[in-house]
Structures are given as structure tokens and as C-alpha cells.
């Protein structure tokens, strides 16, 4: 109360939305006022998009804040959060807005509750630039499970661009510390699953040159790991048409490691499958326990904790630099990034472009609890 706002500039460094979930799920979390500028300004359409906006809508609620700026476009706002309530709220974005990032800036908030809290999110749920719901479910949430966290991820319904029109139903735990995370082995390549699908008016007959021209791209660099991509029609279940590929590599030291694609017009279903191999190989090569996207959203959770958690990642991505940058400036974690030297340290990976990001976390307690 009468706490003069935390300024932050959102066109510093990533410059995109992610600058804003992290910032305003702090200030929810800390109870910080907080007053963001230049939202997305270098962006071909600056301001707020319906996902942020309704993201900030939907945390100004759980904490009954007062959010100013608070439209499409909108490239100033302020958030004034009061005390963190649970219970059942609804956000959509009315587009294909993504639901997943909708839960990037919802989850943590909600572990700081007095209560449990049930969200349902509307919007997209397999789109491009975001995580796909299979993501936060088989990678995303094994992972933050580790911090302590406990939520239910339901995928009522799967939506695409443009339309949208999907559905998910989460549930949270809340909980009194985050405890610490240490992967620092990633270990051998165990097996790769994985899952294509297509939705709507599309065959089935996509999905499976997709899971087989991934499959088989897969088995020609990863030798001994057990690969298996299915293809399913996810039409009972779906609104519109859209089609894509979720691959998951398990390793033997625990680690959970993804890539995803979605079908496009003008891209044939191999290409699709080939790409997200790739972009799956590409994040085993670097030795990392977790790719490219983990590494960026596990930073919140990292700087909540009470102690020291240590994750080993590929090179560092801007969005992990920016949300460091977010969550030293609105809590008292503390981040270093070293570079590995040490190669021998995992016999099975080339730790050569590998890192480590250590945190002090700032050890944030839930006191309604
Ligand atoms: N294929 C993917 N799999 C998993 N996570 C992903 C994937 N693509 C992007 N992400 C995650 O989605 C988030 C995207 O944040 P970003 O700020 O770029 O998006 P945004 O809110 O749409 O804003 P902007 O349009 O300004 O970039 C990041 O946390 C990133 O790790």
C-alpha cells in the first residue's frame, strides 16, 4: 500500500512479452507495484496483445489489484496487486492467443495463495512461438514438479491459429517455499517419444508422414535410444483444423528434453516431422539437462526457491537473460552463468557448449499458509 512502483522497461534485452508475465507475476507474488514502458516496442505490433492482456487481467484479479493501461495496444501499464486469493477464475483471450503462456504468468502466482486455485484458460493450445499443451504437460510440469510445485493439466480441448477456441482446466496446489533444483548430469539418451496429430478436416495419413519422417530422422543420429512417435486424430477433442509434433527425449540421468513443429500450408508433413527432429538434435548436442524453452521458464522458479539451485543448459538464451534480469530486479535471487570446462564431466554428451545457471533463490515464503 502507497509503495511507489517498481519501474521496469519492457524493450530492454528480449523486449517481448515474456519481459511482462515475469515482471508481473513477481509484483503479484512480492506485492510490488509495478510500472512497465515500452511494452513490446520494437515489435511490428507493439503494446500489449490480447495474450498479454489477458494474462495481466487475469492476475490483477487473483491478487484484486488495480491494473491501469489496461487494453489492446497499450504499451504503458501499471499494476497495483494486493493480497494473492484463490478459488476458480476464467481467462480467454478470444484468439489463438496461447493458453500455455497464459499459465507462465498464472502458476506461479497462484502457488502463493491461501487456497487451492482452479483456472480454466481459453485460447490457443498448439501454436507457434508458445509452448504446445503436450509440451507443459510432458516436460514443462515433470520439471517444475521438482521445485515442490503440484498442479493438474487438463487439455479440455486443443485450439489453433487462427481461430483459438481451445480449452484447458488447471488446478494448483498452493505451497509454503519452492525448494532448490540441482540437474546437472544429463546422461545418455534413454528413449525418444513422441506424438503427431491432426485435428479437424485433416487426415490422419499427414500425421503419420510426420511421426515417420521424424522417426526416421531421429533413429539416423541417435544410436541405442529407443524411438516411438505415434500418430493420432485429435478431432474429438479439438476445435478447427491443425496438425503438429511433440518429440520428448528421456535421458538416463532424469532429464526431459522437447522440440515441437506445427503443419503449414505450403510445408509438407515431412518437412514438419524432419524439423522438429532437428530441433530436437540440436538440443541434445549442446549437453544441457534442458532445452532451449525450459531453460527461459524455469528462471521464476529458480529465483522463488529457498537455497541453491544449479541447472546445466546449452548456451544461454536471451529470454533465460531477460527473465534473470527481471527476477533480479524485482526479488533478491541472485544468478551466475558459467561456461563448463570440464567435458569429462558426462561421458555420454559434449559438454563443450554447456553451462551452468546457478541461483540464491530469494527464498519467497507463502505467509497465508
Ligand atoms: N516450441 C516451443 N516449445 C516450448 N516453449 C516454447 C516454444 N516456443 C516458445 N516457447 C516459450 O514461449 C515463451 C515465448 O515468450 P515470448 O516473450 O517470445 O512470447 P510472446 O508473449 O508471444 O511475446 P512476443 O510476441 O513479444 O515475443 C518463452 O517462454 C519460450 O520459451
Known amino acids: 500500500p502507497n509503495m511507489e512502483p517498481v519501474e521496469l522497461d519492457g524493450s530492454v534485452m528480449e523486449g517481448g512479452g515474456q519481459i511482462l508475465r515475469v515482471c508481473a507475476a513477481l509484483s503479484c507474488i512480492t506485492g510490488t507495484p509495478i510500472r ?9 505490433t507493439p503494446g500489449l496483445r490480447p495474450q498479454h492482456l489477458c494474462g495481466l487481467q487475469l492476475l490483477s484479479q487473483m491478487t484484486s489489484g488495480l491494473l491501469q493501461g489496461s487494453e489492446v495496444g497499450s504499451t504503458h501499464i ?3 496487486p494486493r493480497a494473492v486469493g484463490g478459488g476458480a477464475y476464467t481467462a480467454d483471450t478470444h484468439t489463438a492467443g496461447s493458453v500455455c503462456l497464459l499459465l507462465q504468468a498464472s502458476l506461479p502466482v497462484s502457488l502463493f495463495s491461501n487456497q487451492r486455485t482452479d483456472l480454466v484458460l481459453k485460447g490457443g493450445t498448439e501454436t507457434e512461438l508458445a509452448p504446445h499443451s503436450d ?22 480441448k486443443r485450439g489453433f491459429y487462427p481461430k483459438g477456441g481451445g480449452v ?13 533444483v540441482v540437474m546437472e ?12 496429430f491432426v485435428a479437424g478436416v485433416l487426415p490422419i ?7 515417420a519422417a521424424a522417426a526416421r530422422a531421429l533413429r539416423a543420429h541417435v544410436a541405442g535410444a529407443h524411438v516411438d512417435v505415434a500418430a493420432t486424430n485429435e478431432s474429438q477433442s479439438a476445435f478447427g483444423n491443425g496438425s503438429g509434433i511433440l518429440l520428448v527425449a528421456e535421458t538416463t540421468g532424469g532429464c526431459l528434453l522437447a522440440s515441437s513443429a506445427l503443419g503449414k500450408r505450403g510445408v509438407s508433413p515431412e518437412q514438419v516431422g524432419v524439423a522438429a527432429a532437428e530441433a530436437l538434435l540440436g538440443n541434445l548436442r549442446h549437453g544441457g539437462c534442458v532445452d532451449d524453452f525450459l531453460q527461459d521458464q524455469l528462471v521464476i522458479f529458480m529465483a522463488l526457491a529457498s537455497g541453491r539451485s544449479r541447472i546445466r543448459t546449452g548456451p544461454p538464451t536471451l529470454h533465460t537473460r531477460t527473465a534473470i534480469h527481471v527476477a533480479e530486479a524485482l526479488t533478491k535471487a541472485k544468478f551466475t552463468i558459467t561456461k563448463c570446462e570440464d567435458a569429462s564431466a558426462d561421458a555420454n554428451a559434449s559438454a563443450s557448449d554447456s553451462y551452468l545457471i ?7 515464503e507463502n505467509t497465508d499458509l
Not at 509440451?135 to 479440455?156: A, M
Not at 496446489?173 to 532448490?180: A, K, M, T, Y
Not at 548430469?185 to 503427431?196: D, K, M, N, P, S
Open 78 to 80: 501499471t499494476l497495483e
Open 135 to 156: 509440451y507443459t504437460l510432458k516436460v514443462f510440469k515433470p520439471i517444475v514438479e521438482k521445485f515442490g510445485v503440484q498442479f493438474d493439466f487438463d487439455v479440455v
Open 205 to 211: 495419413k499427414l500425421a503419420k508422414a510426420m511421426s
Open 185 to 196: 548430469t544429463r546422461g545418455g539418451v534413454a528413449r525418444i517419444t513422441g506424438t503427431a
Open 168 to 180: 484447458v482446466s488447471v488446478s494448483v496446489q498452493p505451497i509454503r517455499q519452492l525448494q532448490p
Open 36 to 44: 512497465v514502458r515500452n511494452i513490446r516496442a520494437g515489435r511490428s
Open 358 to 364: 546457478e541461483c540464491d533463490g530469494a527464498g519467497v
